[in-house]
């Protein structure tokens, strides 16, 4: 929150507060937003991106990840064999977007809609929030050493938890640790099998 020298509590902020302000790059844009919304309790998602003849990105925007609503087809799918899953898209309108300026050559936003039109998660519930959710590289390198050690992913997970004091502070849920290093095994089967291949 400092980057943007805004001086404002976050939970305080509203457009006149935003509008006008510049980022040195989207990326910076982008890390402002991210960290908003885990203070305020909501995720995020990456809404539209334009960009000029040469292929280079001069406008970005992000929004809820509340915004809009699921299609009916995936409702209303009549061959469904599983229960769907519970709506979480209510069409939230809150959002925020940044434009690249020529003459400053500094990201300015032009648009941020701070209202939300469902609650905000809790703090015990906003490491559960899918965009602030992220196994570091230090912990999945960690996980993947002690699994070739024989530990088991629960283990792992458990941890992991004495490790962070908590498993509200590791930053993920169980459940990404297991994708994690299950993505990791398919990656080393594919070369495996790719490796196999060339000697055939």
């Known amino acids: 929150m400092e980057s943007a020298n805004i001086g404002k509590d976050p939970s305080d902020l509203l457009e006149e507060d935003m509008v006008g302000v510049e980022f040195k790059s989207v990326e910076e844009a982008e890390s402002f937003y991210h960290i908003y919304s885990k203070i305020i309790g909501f995720s995020v998602q990456k809404n539209q991106c334009r ?4 292929g280079i990105v001069t406008t970005r925007s992000w ?3 509340n915004e809009g609503f ?3 087809k995936y409702i209303k799918n009549p061959n469904r064999v599983r229960e769907p899953r519970s709506e979480i898209r209510v069409g939230c309108r809150a959002m925020f977007r ?5 003459i400053t050559k500094l990201w300015v936003v032009k648009e ?5 039109n469902h609650c905000m998660a809790t703090d015990m519930q906003k490491h559960f929030l899918r965009s ?14 002690l699994k070739k050690a024989g530990m088991k992913t629960s283990e792992i997970w458990n941890l992991f938890i004495h490790q962070n004091g908590g498993w509200d502070k590791i930053g993920c849920t169980k459940k990404d640790l297991y994708n994690s290093l299950a ?9 495996d099998a790719n490796t196999t291949l060339k000697f055939l």
């Open 51 to 54: 960009k000029n003849q040469a």
């Open 63 to 65: 929004c809820c990840s």
């Open 70 to 72: 699921k299609r009916t």
């Open 98 to 102: 940044v434009c690249y300026s020529k």
């Open 112 to 116: 941020f809609r701070a209202n939300h």
């Open 132 to 145: 602030h959710r992220k196994i570091s590289a230090a912990e999945l390198g960690q996980a993947k050493l």
């Open 183 to 191: 993505a990791g095994r398919r990656r080393v089967d594919d070369l």
